[in-house]
């Protein structure tokens, strides 16, 4: 049973560089989230669709961050260009909402550094 | 504005040891709360959610309890493992959406 995959696992750039996550949900979930974590502020809400659609993006950072979902089964999260301070750990997670309470998967995150 | 606060930010008890990890959230009105381990370099699983109209949620030897009203949970390990070594982090979700807001977790360590 595939969990939600997150794509690449690490990424060493430099600033002014394009950065593309990517996420693969877990299959049949509905909704989609983006999160970013860094020691000083924690685990943060950036973005989550339902069905698709973009349903609250108040966490995106400013305007050089992007997200999309294209499909049921595929979301990226763009930045661009890159800054020193994008550097974190970012998460997806899937579930299913709309059906009883159901809990939120995540996959293991991509580690972002930006030089 | 929700606001989630975990303290202390780290742990360390020695094996066998029952201990009690606790949260607490401004906002009542929730829908449900969440508890999540999260070990080094991976993601979030999910251990315990309990709903808003709920007061507790057992799952072997973790037990998770919610009082709304004072706006706080504690999840209780019992006879506690070095395999219990983890971020342990807490999350509401709003009553009239999907958002979870986190609190930034305790780490624990169980020391053999």
């Known amino acids: 049973d595939a969990g939600v995959i997150q794509s690449p696992r690490h990424e060493v750039t430099e600033m002014g560089q394009e950065v593309t996550l990517r996420c693969k949900p877990i299959s049949g979930h509905n909704s989609l989230f983006w999160y970013r974590q860094t020691m000083m502020r924690g685990l943060e809400l950036l973005i989550y669709?339902?069905?698709?659609?973009?349903?609250?993006d108040s966490g995106m950072p400013e305007d050089r961050f992007s997200a999309k979902m294209p499909n049921a089964s595929f979301s990226t999260l763009k930045i661009q260009p890159s800054e020193p301070r994008d550097s974190a750990v970012y998460f997806c997670?899937?579930?299913?909402?709309?059906?009883?309470?159901?809990?939120?998967?995540f996959g293991d995150g991509t580690r972002l550094s930006i030089l | 504005k929700q606001e989630v606060t975990q303290i202390p930010a780290a742990l360390s008890v020695p094996e066998g040891e029952n201990l009690v990890l606790n949260c607490s959230f401004t906002?009542?009105?929730?829908?449900?709360l969440q508890w999540f381990r999260q070990d080094p370099g991976k993601g979030l699983t999910s251990l315990l959610l309990i709903q808003s109209s709920q007061r507790e949620q057992t799952s072997g030897r973790l037990n998770a309890s919610l009082d709304k009203s004072s706006g706080r949970s504690t999840l209780y390990i019992a006879a506690s493992q070095p395999g219990d070594s983890a971020t342990y982090l807490c999350a509401v979700r709003r009553p009239d959406n999907s958002k979870l807001t986190f609190g930034k977790g305790i780490t624990l360590s169980v020391r053999p």
């Open positions: 997670a899937s579930s299913l909402v709309g059906e009883g309470n159901q809990p939120q998967h």
């Open positions: 906002d009542s009105a929730i829908y449900n």
């Open positions: 669709f339902n069905n698709n659609v973009p349903i609250d």
